[in-house]
């Protein structure tokens, strides 16, 4: 049986699979059915529209008996986590494992930045708390604030601190786990909500990496009106395209720029004179690392493009150099010499030789000097 021509109805991308999505209708249909699973109408990939997890949709060309349909239009989003893709986000959850495999704070503050840019609150966990000592858990916790973080350490052999982030993720709105690969994202979402049995694997005895147990986002329900996506694991987020746009995504930095202002409103600060952030804080090794990198891949894709993306400049060595126009162009002297040899006239470099005189270049090399 399927739905009269012309109706659609509302509904949330829940997961993606390959080229089809699962819907989860906000009204359930016929013998009950409230998840589709649907492809995407043409047009909507004609005018550059993608689909992404946490999207609210339209469905028609439904068939309620075979669970399918269409996806025929997508509201408008409120935010999107570009990495893993999550529309709709409300909330942004941080996972680090304390060991198995072992924190690496550039890698931390990678995720965090990737969180920051979203304009959502984010929530740090640290996992596998049972694997370390209590003091250092506290002394992650602790660093963590002074960061500018909320922080909880959590065990899901245990059950250290799940009681105290299913209280924090309760709340209306999708949420997202996200982090490094093995760090126990499915073990947090499995001790929260036990009866998904979500598969997990150990960690790479050889490699200390983890093992790609998640292959893609899907949200689960974790409270009424509250979702939780767990999504692939990844080991380097991608920084901001613009440098200028780095500081803004360390909250020491907004914090000390709320009280004083540096002196140049392009400062990076990386300790030149007037600027208000200064180096004494701990994550400012970090800062410097990350704009390091950032600048070196615009470097690099500069080369790339064999020229500045700027109108009117060149990349010239280290730096940039104006581009003169073509009809101001004068050829090397080694290229004219060149030419007067041949017998060939320099069209670039016309008025520079004597053909501005009306005699012929080569004369000066085959007339005898009358002085001998």
């Not at 304390?98 to 995720?111: I, K, M, N, S, Y």
């Not at 304009?119 to 992650?140: E, N």
């Not at 470097?299 to 064999?306: D, I, K, M, Q, T």
């Not at 004219?336 to 501005?356: F, I, K, N, T, V």
């Amino acid at each position: 049986m399927g739905a009269e021509p012309g109706h659609s109805e509302p509904g949330l991308v829940v997961a993606l699979l390959a080229n089809y999505c699962w819907v989860e209708l906000e009204r359930a249909g016929p013998s009950g059915v409230s998840r589709l699973l649907c492809t995407r109408r043409t047009r909507l990939g004609k005018s550059g529209q993608t689909i992404a997890v946490g999207d609210r949709v339209r469905v028609d060309g439904i068939d309620w008996s075979a669970g399918r349909g269409a996806v025929a239009a997508l509201e408008p989003r409120n935010g999107l986590l570009e990495r893993p893709a999550v529309a709709n986000v409300a909330r942004v959850v941080v996972v680090v494992a304390l060991a198995e495999p072992a924190l690496d704070p550039l890698q931390l503050t990678r995720f965090l930045l990737t969180a920051e840019a979203t304009g959502r609150p984010v929530l740090l966990v640290f996992s596998k708390a049972d694997l370390v000592p209590p003091d250092v858990a506290d002394d992650w916790c602790g660093r963590a604030s002074a960061w500018g973080y909320e922080a909880l350490a959590v065990s899901t052999r245990t059950g250290q601190g799940l009681e105290r982030l299913q209280q924090r993720l309760a709340q209306p709105g999708i949420a997202v786990l996200c982090g490094p690969s093995g760090v126990g994202k499915s073990s947090v979402l499995n001790g929260l909500c036990p009866e998904l049995g979500l598969r997990v694997a150990a960690v790479s005895g050889r490699l200390q990496r983890g093992r790609h147990t998640t292959r893609h986002v899907e949200l689960f329900p974790l409270a009424p009106g509250a979702l939780l996506a767990d999504t692939p694991g990844f080991n380097r987020p991608r920084l901001p395209a613009d440098p200028a746009a780095l500081g803004a995504l360390f909250p020491e930095i907004r914090q000390r720029l709320g009280s004083a202002s540096c002196r140049f409103s392009n400062c990076l600060h990386q300790g030149d004179p007037g600027c208000a952030v200064g180096c004494d804080w701990e994550r400012y090794g970090l800062y410097g690392q990350c704009l390091a990198d950032l600048l070196l891949e615009g470097e690099r894709a500069g080369r790339s493009h064999g020229r500045s993306a700027e109108p009117g400049l060149r990349r010239r060595s280290q730096g940039l150099e104006p581009r003169l126009a073509p009809g101001l162009r004068q050829s090397s002297r080694r290229r004219q010499r060149q030419q007067l040899l041949d017998g060939e006239p320099d069209q670039e470099s016309d008025g520079q030789s004597g053909a501005e005189d009306g005699q012929d270049p080569s004369s000066e090399l085959s007339s005898p000097d009358p002085a001998n």
